[in-house]
């Protein structure tokens, strides 16, 4: 292993609101940080998109630019992380046909769901993938595209996501990681790490698929032209990567199997490390980091997204602002309940049509009754989460809290008080990027395959007191969704009649 102060190791996350990366040396330090926001495309209900060529290159560009303005060394090598799974069509040159369409959040393709489940058969999909087919599932998303874009269909040559899309640009290779390739149910087998080629042919025919790779493998090195667009040095080896939500994980330490990574962000996300693939109605069940190992991972369509919504409705003022007001308000906002299912939901509930729900709102709730009860609500749907990843055979020994909601300490102390559990926060909460450059370094042999970066600082404890009011509005929670989902439906249909008129 080399351990020279002037090889440096590059990491870029592409996230859905912005594209952040870090430069570190081979021991985890931190040189550099730069952050570059982007926006999100809503073109209709239901559809959730970033440009590909603004918002993921650029982003790209933009942060390398500004990260090597500040190195103080050689950047040896550069691994990206992103959203996911996503689907990018573009052309035999990686060229895109149209805007990426986002992981679980775009629900465009609820009819061809029921259509490949009906065609394959529930028990069949989860025997092959793990995992039922549902908003988050590339494969219905293909045939979305086949059915309603035929034109961009007949030029699409390749299928990327937002790392491999950034891969392919800077080295030519079509890859794609394990982890992601077992989101694009049904056409991945999780327990063979391969495609299943007899359903990718009838879903995408005609279409070749990337080469699987695991993440800290190199898919090739910085071409020429790649490098005059990114100041990077050529030749430099570019790593696979992974979904961002993996790359967090081991920036963190979530390598082994019970350890379980929550990430607070615009969507609430969680990870947990297991030995064997465990499959699952109501979470995805997918490949791990590396060889041999599986994931249970699992996500809400919204959490972060309901405290800006709220910031916005209250004039604009400061999450800070907001987050004072709540504090001021004791445990259960005042019998004040969210469902927080303002974008549908994916796990564990997988309902494109479900809807939000503010439950109990009287003349005495202000502001800061509102923005606790998101937070609240986005706790009891993580009670929710985990309980589900229990019943799925998950063993949760160690939770370690990441992301920027984990800043403040309202909103874990929230977390920690609803599932009666404590998390663990870490030194560095750079994110996804900071992963990537540990898998970079591992990649190149400039770290050891089983470094660990992170440093525990700081343990959130459940406060016992609080039990008795989070178990009884957890209860409420859980009644909400069945009372209201028929009704909720009938409003999604309207909205969507609306929308097209």
């Known amino acids: 292993m080399v351990e020279s102060k002037s090889e440096l190791l590059l990491g870029v996350d592409i996230g859905t609101s912005g594209t952040s990366g870090v430069i570190t040396r081979p021991d985890g330090e931190v040189v550099a940080t730069a952050e570059k926001d982007h926006n999100v495309r809503l073109p209709r209900p239901g559809w959730v998109e970033h440009d590909a060529e603004d918002d993921w290159w650029n982003g790209f560009v933009d942060v390398c630019s500004e990260l090597l303005e500040q190195a103080d060394g050689e950047v040896a090598a550069v691994s990206i992380s992103g959203i996911g799974p996503c689907l990018l069509a573009a052309d035999g040159d990686g060229r895109p046909l149209r805007p990426g369409i986002l992981y679980g959040v775009d629900t465009r393709a609820t009819r061809e769901v029921e259509e490949l489940t009906e065609r394959y058969g529930t028990e069949e999909i989860m025997e092959v993938g793990g995992n039922p087919l549902t908003s988050q599932s590339v494969g219905p998303k293909i045939l979305w595209l086949r059915r309603n874009e035929p ?54 025919p005609g279409l070749e698929l990337p080469e699987l790779r695991w993440p800290s493998e190199a898919a090739g090195v910085v071409t020429r032209e790649a490098a005059e667009k990114t100041g990077l040095p050529a030749g430099i080896p570019v790593i696979t990567g992974s979904t961002d939500a993996f790359s967090e994980a081991v920036s963190v330490g979530v390598r082994e199997p019970g350890d379980l990574m929550l990430m607070y962000g615009t969507t ?34 919204t959490s972060g997204a309901l405290t800006d ?73 993580v009670r929710h989460l985990f309980e589900a990843m229990g019943e799925a055979g998950g063993r949760k020994k160690r939770l370690v809290a990441v992301g920027g909601g984990t800043k403040g300490g309202l909103w874990t102390q929230i977390v920690s008080n609803t599932i009666g559990e404590p998390q663990e926060l870490p030194e560095q909460n750079i994110g996804a990027s900071y992963g990537d450059a540990l898998l ?53 249909d309207i909205q969507t009649r609306q929308s097209e008129a």
């Open 151 to 204: 034109e961009v269909w007949r030029e699409t040559r390749h299928l990327l996501m937002a790392h491999t899309f950034i891969v392919h640009r800077l080295t030519g290779e079509y890859v794609l990681d394990h982890p992601s390739a077992s989101m694009c149910d049904p056409i991945y087998d999780v327990g063979q790490y391969r495609w299943v080629e007899g359903w990718a042919e009838e879903i995408a």
């Open 268 to 301: 609430m996300a969680t990870l947990e490390i297991s030995e064997q693939a465990l499959a699952t109605r109501s979470l995805w069940s997918t490949a791990g980091l590396f060889e041999e190992t599986y994931a249970l991972f699992a996500a809400m369509s």
């Open 309 to 381: 919504w709220v910031r916005q409705i209250c004039g604009g003022k400061s999450f800070g602002e907001l987050t004072e007001e709540a504090r001021q308000v004791a445990s259960g906002s005042g019998g004040l309940l969210v469902l927080p299912y303002f974008a549908g939901e994916r796990t564990p509930v997988s309902d494109p049509k479900a809807r939000g729900v503010i439950c109990g709102l009287t003349l005495s709730h202000g502001q800061g009754h509102l923005y606790r009860a998101m937070l609240e609500a986005t706790a009891f749907g």
């Open 440 to 492: 970079a370094g591992i990649a190149t042999d400039l770290v050891e395959a089983d470094a660990d970066w992170s440093r525990i600082v700081k343990t959130v404890e459940p406060d016992p007191s609080q039990q008795e009011i989070y178990d009884e509005l957890y209860a409420v929670y859980r009644d909400l969704y069945s009372a209201t989902r028929d009704q909720a439906h009938t409003l999604t």
